[in-house]
C-alpha cells in the first residue's frame, strides 16, 4: 500500500496542490474535464477517512494579478457536481485572512476551493515566505498535480519543506502518473515501442536520445518525419522541416543504428497542396514529394508497417500525433496508430499515452479507457521522459 493510501486523514485539514488549469470556452463553460476527474478519486478518499479538503490551482497565465477570466469560482460548480454533490466552498484568495479563515473553519467532509494561486507573482518565482503562508492552512500536504510536476513552483516544489515526514505525499493521480512513467522507462517488457510525432524534432531530440538505450523501436510521424526524411536525402517538396536539424536527424540515426534500436520513419503521405481541410490531397511515396505540396498525414503503407511493429510490441509509449488529425483529411494515420494502441493493449500490451495531442486524439477517437493509461501531464511526462528530475516528485521524495 502505498503511503497515501494507508494513511488515515480523520480529523486532519489535507491541503491538495490539484492541477485544475481546464480549459473555458466564452462562457466559462469547461470543455475538458480530465484533469478535475482525475483529481476526484484523491479528495473522495480523504473525505471518507473524515478528513477536509483543501484545493489549490493554478488556471491559465495570468499577466497581472487577479483577473476574472483567470478565476477558480468559474469551476467551483463542476468540482461539487464531480464529487456527487458535495459543496465547495470558495475562498477569493489563496492567501490571507479570508483564506486563512475559510480554512481553519472546515468541518471534516469539507471541501473549500482557494483562489488562483499564479495572481502572485511569487508562486511561479518559488517564493519561499508565499509557500509558507499556503503551508498554514493544512496540517497535511498532498501533491495531485502531475502536469505542474516539472516545476519548481511555490505550491509544487517548495512548500513541502514546510511538512515534515509522513506529513507530505502524493496523491493517486500522481502517484499512478509517477508508476506508469516508471514502468515504462525502467520496467518495460520488451520489445519496447515509442511513438513519437508532432512537429519538431526540436522538441523531442532529448526523450529520443533517452529512449535510445531503453527502447526497441521508434516510429516517428508528424511533422518532424519529413526533418528525417530530408536530412537523407529525400524529396519533401514544403513539407515542414527545421533545416538547421538536419545533420542532428542524421546522428540521432546513427546512434540508433549503433545501439541496436530500429528507426520507422514512415514510407509515404497524404500530400495537400496548402494547409488547409478542402486543400487537394493526394497519396505518395516519400522519396519524391512533388514541389509545393506538403505532407500532411502518414499513407497507407507507413500504417501498415507501423501497425506490425506496434501490434508485437508489449510496451508503448505514444507521444505526439502523425499528422493534422484536427482535419477529417488527414486523421486517418492517427486515428489508426490509436486504434493499433488499443488493440496492443487488449492483447496484454502496457501502454502509456501522453502529451496534449496524442491524449487529444484518444479522447476524440473514444478510445481513452482503452489503453493502460492517459497522462495528465503533457510538459511534465515529456521532461520525465528526458530523464530529468521533477522538483514536484524530488521534494515529497526528499
Known sequence: MSAFQSHNFSGQKALIRVDFNVPLNEKFEITDDNRIKGAIPTIQKILKDGGSVILMSHLGRPKDGPTDKYSLKHVVNHISESLGGVKVDFANDCIGEEATHKAAALLPGEVLLLENLRFYKEEEKGDEAFAQKL?????????????????????TAIIAKFFEGDKKMFGLLMENEVSSAEKVLHKSERPFTAILGGAKVSDKILIIENLLGRANHIIIGGGMAYTFL??????IGSSLCEEDK???ANELLAKAKSKGVEFHLPKDSVIAEKFDANANTQFVTNDSIPKGWMGLDIGEEAIKDFGQVILSSKTILWNG???VFEMEKFQKGTRSVADFVAEATSQGAFTLVGGGDSVAAVNKFGLADKVSYVSTGGGAMLEYFEGKELPGIAAINK
Do not use: W
Open 321 to 323: 500525433p502523425m499528422g
Open 230 to 235: 530530408k536530412a537523407q536525402g529525400k524529396e
Open 246 to 248: 538536419l545533420d542532428l
Open 135 to 155: 503551508s498554514k492552512l493544512g496540517d497535511v500536504y498532498v501533491n495531485d498535480a502531475f502536469g505542474t510536476a516539472h516545476r519548481a513552483h511555490a505550491s
